[in-house]
């Protein structure tokens, strides 16, 4: 139930009810096998936990230097403290360890996360490793055997060499990993025993879900639509979600500084920004003054006169009609 309402994954859960800080009806419990019934008070921390809402999931682009944890023993910065506000209560769907990066899911429902996790699941993680060292495609297609690493066996690798440039202290390589498993630290320890040294580790896609276009530290909730489509069987028929919008959205980010063309309004307390010489400053006119003209320097260009054309009394000539003497002896003026 702890682990359905969001508080943590059942593994985590466990280790709360050891360490005495889950109680129900105000009796601290020491095993998780222990039947809730409705009406019950289970709290943690001595926080009431709610009854859970319907399962939700989202995408983080997750930065270097943030630890998966809510928190962290050496007081390093996690992934929950850089949060936007007004989101759930969420866990992730796995880890990214404090020097990688990429696609993180983050859900409200903790029976979700752990199927999402679980090896037998076999559902496929994309990433993209950067790497120092020196190895063939041929030696990359032995992992799809699996390897065995220091007493840790590891499942069906499929990895493929996308770019390799030689340097002085040897070569660049850049890999794409693709695995089912997800244990910890799984793609450097594997390519470690090839000889290499991973040096940045890129998470592309979780299942059927992918980093796409985030940005570092963005987050975008993933549609009740998709969810059903998607994880309806890895949820609870009365727990999927209903409707085809997400509940939530980024709030919009404001450009820096007045758009092109636009008109600034002068603000109490802010001085206006100095202009061009003669130029008019921005915002509206204090009150009870007239705007002032627009003074022209010395030596600009003002329009010339136009010429006037002395008119005479002579009828003009029809188009067409012939030369030559006018009626009357009349001379051509």
């Given at each position: 139930m702890l682990a359905r309402a969001g508080v943590a994954s059942r593994r985590e859960v466990e280790r709360l009810i050891e360490a005495g800080r889950v109680a129900l009806n105000g009796q601290v419990l020491t095993t998780p096998a222990v039947k809730v019934e409705a009406g019950d008070i289970l709290t943690v921390d001595g926080e009431v936990v709610t009854e859970a809402e319907p399962a939700r999931l989202f995408r983080y682009h997750k930065p270097i230097d943030l630890v998966t944890s809510h928190k962290d023993p050496q007081g390093r910065p996690t992934v929950f403290e850089h949060l936007p506000p007004g989101l759930p209560r969420l866990i992730s769907v796995g880890r990214l360890d404090i020097n990688s990066e990429g696609l993180l899911l983050l859900t409200n429902d903790g029976g979700l996360a752990r199927a999402l996790e679980m090896p037998t699941t076999g559902i496929v993680r994309r990433y993209r490793a950067r790497a120092r060292?020196?190895?063939?495609?041929?030696?990359?297609?032995?992992?799809?055997?699996?390897?065995?690493?220091?007493?840790?066996?590891?499942?069906?690798?499929?990895?493929t060499l996308d770019k390799a440039k030689e340097g002085p202290?040897?070569?660049?390589?850049?890999?794409?990993?693709?695995?089912?498993e997800g244990k910890n630290?799984?793609?450097?320890?594997?390519?470690?025993?090839?000889?290499?040294?991973?040096?940045?580790?890129?998470?592309?896609?979780?299942?059927?879900?992918?980093?796409?276009?985030?940005a570092p530290g963005?987050?975008?909730?993933?549609?009740?639509r998709v969810i059903r489509e998607q994880l309806a069987?890895?949820?609870?028929?009365?727990?999927?979600?209903?409707?085809?919008?997400?509940?939530w959205r980024a709030p919009a980010k404001v450009a820096a500084g007045p758009r092109r063309g636009a008109i600034e309004i002068g603000r109490p307390g802010v001085a206006a920004r100095p202009g061009k010489p003669g130029q008019r400053p921005r915002g509206p006119s204090p009150a009870g003054e007239a705007p002032k003209k627009k003074e022209y320097k010395a030596g600009w260009a003002k329009p010339k006169p136009k010429p006037v054309i002395a008119k005479t009394g002579a009828p003009k000539r029809r188009s067409g009609a012939p030369k030559g003497p006018r009626p009357g002896g009349a001379k051509r003026g």
């Open positions: 060292g020196r190895v063939t495609q041929e030696r990359l297609d032995t992992l799809k055997k699996g390897i065995t690493v220091e007493g840790v066996h590891y499942g069906a690798i499929e990895a202290q040897g070569a660049n390589l850049w890999i794409t990993v693709v695995l089912a630290r799984e793609v450097r320890r594997v390519l470690e025993a090839l000889g290499l040294k991973v040096n940045r580790l890129i998470r592309l896609s979780y299942g059927p879900f992918a980093l796409a276009t985030l963005e987050v975008e909730e993933v549609g009740p069987q890895h949820i609870a028929p009365q727990n999927l979600p209903k409707g085809d919008r997400p509940l």
